[in-house]
Every structure is written in structure tokens, then in C-alpha cells.
């Protein structure tokens, strides 16, 4: 590695060549995701559920709290919200988890222990208290592409079977 003025890099240290050339935007991935974020198989989403796109608050080193604090809310959602059973996190397409919804409520009504009161005080959007699903249906859905049931990137949910 490196020829005349390139330094080598320390014991431990990773060369900027092979940090990653997406290092910044996904941040450091377990093998597990490495392969959920590049090779996801397609499912199809039988139960109502309501996807959300958690594309710019998505983090691979989220604990399981902040990744269901950032998925419960708050979002624009209609009426149809009340049908759904399932809300599902998408990051670039790929399912990260599924809880259950247990209720809605109006956005910043409920408590938070890793969301500011800042960050989810938006008038007219809602917030659901849930638990995560089954792991059955964990098995059956996360590390799975939704690519297919999602709008694009305009829309952040996506009512399945509402």
C-alpha cells in the first residue's frame, strides 16, 4: 500500500481508500446490513400496515428504543392511519423492524425519552404507542425490500392493505 510520499496507515487504522465510499451517508454496517442494504429480497406486505420512510433519521448504530421513537412519530397521516395494525421502518427500501400499533395519538402527546418535546411538536400530525411486533413477523419482514409497495421518495408513509 502506498508508494513514494503516501503514508501507510497504523495497526488499526483504516486507510481513507477503503473506508467506504458511502461511509458518511450510511455509516458503519454489520455484515447483516451490509447484505439487507445491498442484496434485500422483495416481500409482499400482507397485514395493514403503514410504512415509514426513516431515510434522515436512520442511524445502523440506533438502539431499539431510538429506532421505535423515530418510527412512532410524527407524521401527516389521514384517517386511514386507524386501520393499520403494523408500522413498518424503511430505510433506502429495507424494512429495519415492525411494531404494533397500539394507539394514535395527536404528534407531542405522548412522552419521549430520546426525541426532544422540539422535535415532535408539529401541529395537524400524529403519533402512535405500540410494541414491537411478533418474531414471527419480525422473521418474516425485517432485512426485507419494500421497494415495491413505496411512492418514491416524496411521500414518507405508505398505507399497505389500509
Not at 508508494?3 to 455509516?27: N, S
Request: proline share 7%; glycine share 8%; net charge positive.
Amino acid at each position: 500500500v502506498g508508494g513514494a510520499g503516501v503514508a501507510r496507515p497504523r495497526l488499526g487504522e483504516v486507510p481513507e481508500a477503503v473506508a467506504g465510499l458511502r461511509i458518511i451517508e450510511l455509516g458503519g454496517m454489520s455484515l447483516d446490513d451490509l447484505l439487507h442494504h445491498y442484496s434485500p429480497r422483495p416481500v409482499t406486505i400482507h397485514e395493514p400496515t403503514i410504512l415509514i420512510q426513516v431515510n434522515k433519521l436512520y442511524r445502523h448504530d440506533m438502539s431499539p428504543l431510538e429506532l421505535y421513537e423515530a418510527t412512532r412519530g410524527v407524521w401527516p397521516l389521514g384517517t386511514r392511519r386507524a386501520t393499520a395494525k403494523f408500522a413498518i421502518p424503511v430505510f433506502h427500501g429495507v424494512i429495519r423492524a415492525i411494531y404494533r400499533i397500539d394507539s394514535w395519538h395527536p404528534a407531542a402527546s405522548t412522552p419521549y425519552a430520546t426525541r426532544t418535546k422540539r422535535d415532535v411538536t408539529w401541529p395537524g400530525r400524529w403519533e402512535f404507542v405500540g410494541r414491537e411486533a411478533s418474531k414471527a413477523l419480525r422473521s418474516k419482514y425485517v432485512g426485507r425490500s419494500a421497494e415495491k409497495h413505496l411512492h418514491g421518495d416524496r411521500f414518507p408513509v405508505t398505507y399497505v392493505n389500509c
